[in-house]
């Protein structure tokens, strides 16, 4: 990381002057801030999982890799000596750019638990649209800084509706393991998992499921399972069973900081520029692309707009992000030649919440690590996968909690509004009700089989399902429609699409390994072909 200046650093960041990094952990992915007039061989727009494979690929073929992300580089401790804020105490570093908390699960015995904060560039952006608001990850890292790091590879014989255009075989020879091992995936140890006083809940979870008749399955994740059992002994500092989960995680998850991008900052090709956001791209006169990004402070405005010139621009700023571009890219004359099937084919991935009340005799535990293990998988007959959530209050709750994802046939598009000068999704809530009908071929039966009632008191009053929402946005720029099969914008020589916005909306089960998948196959065959 050459040429980091210390103004520099500090205006990319926007981050609180500390000590670099945390004990026990990695250093985060540094910046070296992009400047107005550079020439960049290849811009990568994003640091979530498509930019990262896309950043540490190029690097290593020997290409100079520059990476812009709009959030902040979340690599410095503020006035707590943390990172990250827990969700039992969310402050400024919370929400991006709000003054609310918007938490997903919003009711508490009835109760509203949003609370008022400091607007600034937090790390979890609820984005609203009309019909849904889709939660994204904002920083260096992307979505992996706020995830569960629940990595679950599809089910084979699911993969030909997820991915049809793309060679399954390759993907499980080669892709998935490639990908499950640059994440760093592993597999809850189960004889922890029997006597942990932190997954009760899910033990409670695999014996509903099992008394009902539906499969269990555990899940393998990104979190460090070793440091977790120090967690539990009390040998180690506690973040999973601290709470910390949705605002970051201090120790223990291997986010993309941790991963990817750390690789790809030690092949020293590759620097990042947090809190610059790209406004547009277009060709450039002499060849390659100008792209147009705005500098932004921790309040969110601009405090310099940069051009620059790329070679090759990565399109990597997730689904929603990356669509909106484009969409909006080809309707103001940018990018014109942009094919029509540009911003369509969003899905939620199904996603839809419910709680279910247990009896008093079934406690799901007062200490509930936040790293989800398992999942109820009734995806054939049922079509939909459910993860035995947690509910991490710190109180008893008596209540299981469940995030589905289901097999919603409901695909939206995003469009430009050139009277708000914006880009809307036409999705509708009440599209959500196939996926309300597919979790309750679990839950139902669980419920007539265990005695037990749906909670009312988790998303407002007297309301059952949370159907407000995704976790999962995928989908926009499809591939093999509004790209070609390994993600080229085939108008634009030089422009790719390399993130969620791919996958035609659902992936059967978790998305980031399927989206990381899918990008180490697309760069094996762009840096082969167009390099
Ligand atoms: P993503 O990771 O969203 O990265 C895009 C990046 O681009 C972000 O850092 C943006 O800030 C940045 N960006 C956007 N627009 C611009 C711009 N104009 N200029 C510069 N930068 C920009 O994209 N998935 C799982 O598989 N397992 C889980 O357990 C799981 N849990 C989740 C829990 C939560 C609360 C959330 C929100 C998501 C969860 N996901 C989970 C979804 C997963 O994080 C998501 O699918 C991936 O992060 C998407 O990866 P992409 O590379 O597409």
Redesign the pocket.
């Known amino acids: 990381m050459s040429g980091v200046s210390r103004r520099g650093f500090i205006a990319g960041t926007g981050s609180l002057l500390g000590a670099a990094v945390l004990a026990g952990r990695a250093p985060a992915a540094r910046a070296a801030v992009i400047t107005s007039g550079e020439r960049v061989p290849a811009l990568v727009?994003?640091?979530?999982?498509?930019?990262a494979v896309a950043a540490l690929r190029l690097a290593e073929a020997g290409v100079a890799v520059h990476m812009?992300?709009?959030?902040m580089a979340w690599d410095t401790p503020g006035p707590d000596g943390k990172i990250f804020c827990s969700t039992l105490a969310p402050d400024q570093r919370s929400y991006w750019l709000r003054t609310r908390t918007k938490a997903p699960l919003n009711y508490f015995l009835g109760f509203p638990i949003d609370r008022d904060i400091p607007r600034y560039t937090g790390i979890?952006d609820a984005e609203e649209f009309s019909g849904i608001t889709v939660?994204?990850?904002?920083?260096v890292g992307?979505?992996?800084l706020?995830?569960?790091?629940?990595?679950?590879t599809p089910k084979r014989e699911n993969f030909a509706t997820v991915l049809p255009s793309v060679n399954a075989d390759e993907m499980y020879a080669t892709y998935y393991p490639r990908a499950n091992a640059g994440l760093g995936v592993g597999l809850i140890d189960p004889a922890w998992f029997d006597t942990t006083a932190c997954y009760q809940y899910s033990r409670v979870g695999r014996k509903h499921a099992q008394r009902s008749g539906f499969p269990f399955v555990f899940v393998p994740d990104v979190y460090d399972w070793d440091y977790m059992k120090r967690e539990a002994a009390g040998t180690a500092t506690k973040s999973a069973l601290a709470g910390e989960i949705?605002y970051g995680n201090n120790h223990g998850k291997k986010s993309l900081q941790q991963t990817y991008l750390a690789r790809a900052r030690a092949t020293g090709r590759v620097t990042i520029s947090a809190l610059?956001?790209?406004?547009s791209v277009t060709p450039a006169s002499g060849g390659g692309y100008t792209v147009v990004i705005d500098q932004l402070n921790t309040s969110g405005a601009t405090t310099a707009t940069k051009t620059v010139t790329a070679d090759r621009v990565f399109f990597?700023?997730?689904?929603v992000?990356t669509s909106k571009?484009l969409v909006k890219l080809k309707a103001t004359g940018a990018l014109p030649n942009l094919n029509n099937e540009i911003g369509k084919g969003w899905g939620d991935n199904g996603n839809v919440m419910c709680g279910r009340a247990n009896h008093l005799w079934d406690p799901t535990g007062k200490l509930q690590s936040t790293i989800p293990c398992s999942g109820i998988d009734n995806w054939s007959a049922g079509g939909a996968f459910a993860e035995v959530a947690p509910l991490p209050t710190g109180i008893e709750t008596f209540a299981s909690f469940y995030l589905s994802i289901t097999k919603n046939p409901n695909r939206a598009a995003f469009t430009w509004n050139s009277a708000t000068s914006s880009v809307d999704l036409n999705w509708q809530t009440a599209w959500k009700q196939p996926s309300i009908d597919m979790a309750k071929t679990i839950f139902d039966k669980i419920n007539a089989k265990e005695g037990t009632i749906y909670r009312t008191d988790l998303f407002g009053i007297y309301k059952i399902w949370g159907d407000h929402l995704t976790?999962?946005p995928l989908g926009g720029a499809v591939l093999n429609k509004a790209t070609d099969n390994y993600g080229r914008l085939t108008a634009y020589p030089g422009l790719y699409v390399i993130?969620?916005?791919l996958i035609p909306g659902n992936t059967s089960v978790?998305?980031?390994?399927t989206?990381t998948a899918l990008a180490e196959r697309n760069i094996d065959t762009i840096i082969a072909t167009d390099l």
């Open positions: 727009i994003g640091t979530g999982y498509g930019g812009v992300e709009m959030g979890l939660y994204q990850g904002r920083g992307g979505g992996s706020v995830n569960g790091g629940m990595a679950v949705l610059h956001k790209v406004t990597a700023a997730g689904s992000g571009l976790y999962h993130d969620g916005a978790n998305p980031f390994v989206i």
